[in-house]
């Protein structure tokens, strides 16, 4: 199957487009994360969060990358490097894929090729949390070698509902 999914860096050209994935993918990616406030759905909303991640980026704290279909350029999901602590040598890894292309392996390509960005960044462990009703984002962790850290009762409270939440880890190298 030739590989059809690519990342890319974010940038402020993305602003009506990525407003566009997040509007059509709103009800879809709340399923398992805490909803954004209404002001983020606006196109000024969406041009402040790409500008605070951008500038995250200048920091060293966060690495946006956007996940595209190769051929179209057309942005399928996104993929991030946050809370990257690289005198440690650690970083959380967060990434959603649009409803459309679900099942379709964008997620697992995306947290491949960025894992390879995380490696040239001296990154050694990748962590991340996941509802554990997310089946699907665990199999994408598991798939590239994610372990359970811990498991968190109640960690977090998605539509007036407590969910556990699972801590997970992966070394990519000592």
């Not at 709103?26 to 398992?32: H, I, L, S």
């Amino acid at each position: 199957m030739p590989l059809m999914w690519d990342i890319r860096p974010l940038t402020m050209d993305d602003a009506g487009h990525l407003l566009r994935f997040e509007l059509d993918n709103r009800a879809w990616f709340e399923r398992f994360i805490q909803p954004r406030p209404d002001s983020f759905y606006t196109p000024t909303g969406v041009r402040l969060h790409i500008r605070q991640f951008l500038q995250e980026n200048r920091q060293g704290k966060r690495l946006p990358r956007l996940i595209i279909h190769r051929e179209s350029g057309v942005i399928v999901g996104r993929v991030n490097l946050h809370n990257l602590r690289l005198d440690q040598g650690s970083a959380f890894i967060g990434y959603r894929v649009a409803q459309s292309i679900a099942r379709q392996g964008a997620a697992k390509r995306g947290v491949d090729l960025i894992q390879h960005e995380a490696r040239l960044l001296g990154i050694r462990t990748l962590l991340a949390y996941v509802v554990s009703a997310n089946l699907a984002s665990q199999k994408v962790l598991q798939h590239h070698g994610f372990k359970v850290k811990q498991r968190l009762p109640d960690y977090v409270s998605l539509h007036g509902q407590k969910l556990d939440c699972l801590y997970c880890y992966k070394q990519l190298y000592e």
